[in-house]
């Protein structure tokens, strides 16, 4: 693309050694930039791209978006915000396939992977070809593996190319997670979103966002960007809904789910069984009942956020209901991967979530059985959640094992005290701590008999741990099933 058409699709405070070139490529890499691309130097926590900007000059950038003059002989576009302008530049690079496409975002703390991953499932029920872009990777139907993603929602350029790939491959329909890192960072700006869905706000990422209320603001941009005849799908038992609700432009078609209030859509008369849920859907005139092989409360809730999203898409309640009974267990959500004990796999990393996660556990557990929970927290993260997860995995556990999660460069040692903090008491006939979580998973099959049921919780799908000085390969269902088989 000339990089004439790129500077007038931009907001620049200056243009520097203009020269007309063509750019084959956008890139925030210096180490893995190619020829003829233009850098980007963006601002990041800990580094800063303009000091590498020499260096992608060197391997072949032809010219560069920055936030000052740089002392390099190639076009400079000078913006005020490389985090923004990069998705700018991103949207007219790939020709703004969103134009063309029904993109559908679904944003909150818990529940994005799965709701994807149902709606995704509905679609195709419907003979409607759909994508899907998350946390796992992304892919054009559910029967593809996944593509390689880094973040739950891809950076703007990967962003705006993946798009152009769906569209490429004559998908029109995109269901993607929105994270509120993506929303704060522009990732998604110049993505028109069609419907939004948000599932409920507990406390999470607050190292990034700091307070409640900036996290909520972040999350609030998807539906603030929502244009006249769109569609926002919103639980309304959460106690952040009004405010949402409040943030949604006129003219937005507004839909409200939920189990506790008066709700557009409603889950009623649910049953939880040991083989997953049956509970009525009520929508309009409509009512059906479900029967899905799906657990727990929290999947009640990510099904209606689903329904919801199909509703305003106009698909029938009859292949919603299809499509989800016919729908198993996201990998790494409630994962079951071991049976006698009953060994439970899942992404929970939130105070809300560990205890979404351990209630529904408990309806599975025997009479004469233990709830046993093995977990940890994230190392660089929000410390102040980590006494709060200690303090529900006492109350809802028999038994606990702490251990490490992905310590990343802090003491492993000092996150399992953080973690204890908010233990009542520790006794050790039923709190053990192990910061191995190789060996700590060994200690959960010393501790447990045929009758329990046990939970690891915090890394789900994950296939790796991140220390202090490496990522090495990791995965709790193939240590499970290690374990289990000696």
Same mark, same amino acid.
């Given at each position: 693309m000339d990089l004439s058409k790129i500077i007038k699709s931009i907001e620049a405070v200056e243009v520097l050694n203009f020269k007309d070139i063509d750019i084959k490529g956008i890139s925030y890499n210096s180490n893995t930039i190619n020829s003829h691309e233009i850098f980007v130097c963006l601002k990041g926590e800990h580094v800063d791209g303009h000091d590498f900007a020499q260096s992608a000059f060197e391997k072949g950038a032809v010219a560069l978006m920055c936030e000052k003059p740089l002392n390099i002989e190639i076009p400079q576009i000078i913006v005020k915000s490389t985090q923004e302008s990069i998705a700018d530049l991103a949207a007219v690079f790939y020709h703004n396939p969103t134009h063309s496409l029904n993109l559908m975002g679904v944003t909150g703390t818990n529940g994005k992977t799965t709701v994807a991953h149902l709606v995704q499932k509905i679609f195709e029920e419907n003979n409607k070809k759909c994508a899907l872009i998350g946390t796992l990777g992304y892919k054009f139907s559910s029967k593809d593996d996944y593509l390689e993603a880094k973040h739950t929602t891809p950076q703007a350029p990967q962003m705006q190319e993946t798009l152009q790939k769906i569209l490429n491959a004559e998908v029109s329909n995109v269901i993607t997670e929105v994270s509120s890192h993506a !929303? @704060? +960072?522009?990732?998604?700006? *110049?993505? @028109?979103?069609?419907?939004?869905? #948000?599932? *409920? !706000?507990? +406390? =999470?990422? !607050? =190292?990034y966002h700091i307070t409640m209320d900036n996290y909520f603001s972040a999350k609030a941009k998807l539906f603030a960007g929502l244009k006249q005849g769109c569609c926002a799908v919103i639980n309304l038992d959460d106690k952040y809904a009004k405010r949402l609700i409040d943030s949604v432009n006129e003219g937005v078609n507004i839909l409200t789910y939920g189990v506790k209030t008066n709700a557009d859509l409603m889950a009623k008369n649910i049953e939880f069984m040991s083989d997953g849920v049956s509970f009525d859907v009520s929508y309009k005139n409509e009512s059906l009942n479900f029967k899905l092989h799906l657990n727990g409360m929290f999947s009640v809730y990510n099904c209606l956020a689903a329904i919801g999203c199909a509703l305003v898409n106009n698909i029938e309640l009859v292949v919603i209901k299809s499509a989800l009974e016919a729908t198993r267990s996201v990998a790494g959500? #409630?994962?079951?991967v071991q049976t006698n004990p009953m060994v439970i796999v899942d992404y929970a990393h939130t105070p809300d979530g560990l205890e979404n996660i351990l209630r529904a556990a408990r309806e599975l557990t025997p009479k004469d059985g233990n709830l046993i929970c093995l977990f940890g927290c994230g190392g660089n993260r929000d410390c102040t959640k980590r006494p709060k997860m200690g303090k529900i995995a006492q109350q809802l556990a028999d038994k606990i094992i702490i251990t490490s999660d992905n310590p990343r460069s802090e003491d492993p040692q000092q996150i399992i005290t953080d973690i204890l903090s908010g233990l009542a008491l520790i006794n050790p006939k039923t709190v053990f701590v192990e910061a191995d979580r190789h060996l700590a998973i060994k200690l959960l099959k010393d501790i447990s008999s045929e009758n329990d049921v046990l939970v690891l919780a915090g890394k789900g799908h994950e296939n790796y741990q991140i220390l202090a000085d490496k990522t090495v390969h990791f995965d709790d269902r193939e240590e499970v099933i290690k374990v289990f088989g000696e």
């Open positions: !929303l @704060e +960072q522009f990732r998604v700006k *110049n993505c @028109e979103f069609s419907t939004a869905i #948000f599932t *409920n !706000l507990t +406390q =999470d990422h !607050l =190292d959500r #409630f994962e079951i």
